[in-house]
Nanobody
């Protein structure tokens, strides 16, 4: 599976961005999909996860501000980010795998990764 992320950019605090991740080479609907992010000097951290259907999870720092969604017909994953804060600045990565529910926030549980897209939020 190949993943191509896009949609990052520079935005002021309080603004919005929508990230996209297009998958190819596999059965998109069969994978759990997640967004992770990595800020300079920090470890990669979980942002959000969505299986086909209604199973969705968010990291506490983004709950109520970010929304993950997917369009299986288009093999595309999205992350709508609202009310952005400077601490959201990071490279955002999409990932695909079949983690068990208790392990969805573990980067090691995912087999495939996109190249990352930079999100910078200015204060």
């Amino acid at each position: 599976v190949q993943l191509q992320a896009s949609g990052g950019g520079l935005v002021q605090a309080g603004g919005s961005l929508r990230l996209s991740c297009v998958a190819s080479g596999g059965t998109f609907s069969s994978y759990g999909m997640a967004w992770f992010r990595q800020a300079p000097g920090k470890e990669r951290e979980f942002v959000a996860y969505k299986r086909s259907g209604h199973n969705t999870a968010y990291a506490d720092p983004v709950k109520g501000r970010f929304t993950i969604s997917r369009d299986n017909a288009k093999s595309t994953l999205y992350l709508q980010m609202n009310s952005l804060k400077p601490e959201d600045t990071a490279v955002y990565y999409c990932s695909a795998g079949r983690p068990i529910w208790s392990n969805i926030d573990n980067p090691g549980a995912y087999n495939y990764w996109g190249q990352g897209t930079q999100v910078t939020v200015s204060s």
